[in-house]
């Protein structure tokens, strides 16, 4: 097994913990990947506490879901997986998970799309709604193949969350703000509604963020 497959492997189990850890991944909830070379992806298994896993249980398929290495069966939603990797190059890791608050977003058939937090608006940008399909089967991969050619973070209707990242540490990341952003909406919807950033002030975090390091 080359170093950079082990290292990937370490750190799957490590996001998989923090999932665990937060409450995202309840029982054998939630699946997590990352691209190796050659078009090869390394995947958590299927029906796994992924509070417990161990890197030796994950598993490498190829472009067309078949495993390569490993034993078992891969995740239920590896099609999905494989479908992000086919159509963004530029992901190396996805993340699938139920953070509570922003899964009631989803089973109420709303998205998180408001420019809350100016903290929220560039690692994370709108977190649209995708219509429901069935768990593991074809109909997810179609059903989020338009959102997610645009976007970092979608709900699927119903059923969770969905972030991609360069790596893991950043597809991690996306999906813990995007339970924070959730938490933050709920709140203000009950404080008496949110209000929105305007587009100006968007635009000026766009701005500040690609000014010189010294002025940021």
């Known amino acids: ?42 995947i958590t298994p299927t029906r796994a506490a992924k509070g417990s896993l161990v890197p030796a249980r994950l598993l490498v398929i190829d472009p067309a879901g078949r495993v390569r290495r490993g034993e078992g ?31 009631g977003f989803a089973a109420a ?15 994370l940008g709108p977190v649209p709604l995708a219509p429901y399909a069935t768990p593991g089967t074809a109909e997810v991969p179609r059903s989020i193949r338009r959102l997610i050619a645009v976007h970092q973070a979608i709900l699927l209707a119903n059923h969770g969350a969905l972030c991609v990242g360069a790596g893991l540490d950043e597809a991690l990341w996306r999906m813990e703000l995007v339970e924070h952003l959730a938490k933050v909406a709920l709140i203000a919807a009950a404080a008496g509604g949110a209000r929105a950033l305007s587009p100006t002030a968007v635009a000026k975090l766009a701005i500040a963020a690609s000014g010189p390091p010294g002025r940021r």
């Open 109 to 123: 058939r709303r998205g998180l799309t408001a420019a809350l937090l100016p903290e929220a608006v560039l690692p």
């Open 1 to 42: 097994m080359k170093r950079n497959e082990e290292a990937l492997r370490r750190r799957i189990v490590a996001v998989c913990r923090r999932l665990d850890g937060l409450g995202f991944v309840p029982a054998t909830d939630g699946n997590v990947s990352a691209r190796l070379a050659r078009g090869e992806i390394l």
């Open 73 to 103: 069966r891969p995740s239920s939603e590896s099609a999905m997986h494989l479908a992000i990797y086919r159509l963004r190059p530029d992901v190396g890791a996805v993340v699938h998970a139920h953070p509570p608050v922003a899964t």
